[in-house]
């Protein structure tokens, strides 16, 4: 009730004001209509910074979160990286371990190899000695022996001793022929063969059909078939046996060649010549 007496009293009041001083109101409204006009011009103004603040607060805000982002996609890549590094570094470790074990077996190889040489030289300065006797007693004993095939026999000799002066020739190689040698004679043991060759017998010398039966027989025909001769191992020399043989003889020679099939026949053997 205060309220509504003191309001109109203000009111009545502000009525004899305009009635009496006009110009003061109109001064007053002038000055409250600026101040109000002043006042919306700058919360305008006000609102219009707040805005720019926020639009700037928000690019700064992508900014960073950008930012983070790369720094994320560096720290993954930086984890990957590192892993890649130690796999690759466990490989490494693997592989050295490996490289050392081969290092090692190597070394175990070239000490064996180192041996081998000194094994392979002792050898060869035992060898050549060991080549030299054999070759003696190979000729010894085709001198012993029957002499069927005699001079293809002490050729094969002759050539191998001048082989051991060969320097191009291996101590391997030279070793391989030897023995082949050896084996060649020991076949003849059980080989048969015949041939026409000259029989030096009585200071006359005449063309002659051998045949010969391992180192059981070893016959001479004339080419008349006429006269027979077997070696005699224990004189070392030919010696002349019955004419009954002959016909045997000429058999055997004949299969030899292989222009008649094997029969059973009867020979003088190299151990009954003298008996």
């Not at 103004?45 to 983070?68: G, K, M, Y």
């Not at 993954?76 to 077996?105: H, M, S």
């Not at 094994?119 to 080549?131: A, N, Y």
Request: aromatic share 8%; no cysteine; charged share 20%.
């Amino acid at each position: 009730m205060i309220l509504i007496i003191i309001r109109e009293l203000l009111s009545s009041i502000l009525l004899v004001e305009v009635v009496l001083f006009p110009n003061r109101f109109l001064s007053a409204l002038l000055v409250v209509s600026s101040a109000s006009l002043f006042s919306t011009a700058a919360l305008a103004a006000s609102v219009t910074q707040v805005q720019q603040q926020a639009l700037n607060d928000q690019q700064q805000a992508r900014q960073s979160q950008h930012t983070i982002d790369q720094l994320d996609d560096n720290k993954l890549a930086i984890i990957q990286k590192v892993k890649q590094l130690q796999a690759e570094a466990e490989q490494l470790e693997q592989y050295n371990v490996y490289l050392t074990e081969l290092v090692q077996d190597q070394a175990s190889e070239v000490a064996s190899y180192q041996q081998q040489i000194i094994d392979v030289k002792e050898t060869r300065q035992g060898l050549v000695p060991l080549m030299v006797k054999m070759l003696d007693n190979l000729a010894q004993f085709v001198a012993l022996d029957a002499p069927f095939l005699l001079d293809e026999r002490q050729q094969r000799i002759s050539q191998l001793q001048q082989m051991m002066n060969k320097a191009d020739i291996s101590e391997a190689e030279k070793y391989r022929r030897i023995l082949t040698a050896y084996q060649i004679e020991a076949e003849y043991g059980s080989k048969m063969g015949e041939y026409q060759g000259e029989l030096a017998l009585d200071g006359t010398t005449r063309t002659v059909q051998y045949f010969y039966l391992g180192r059981v027989a070893f016959v001479a025909l004339s080419l008349d078939g006429k006269a027979v001769w077997s070696w005699d191992r224990n004189q070392q020399q030919w010696l002349s046996v019955d004419n009954a043989y002959a016909q045997d003889v000429k058999q055997a020679i004949a299969i030899a060649k292989k222009t008649e099939i094997p029969n059973l026949i009867k020979l003088p053997l190299i151990a009954e010549v003298s008996q």
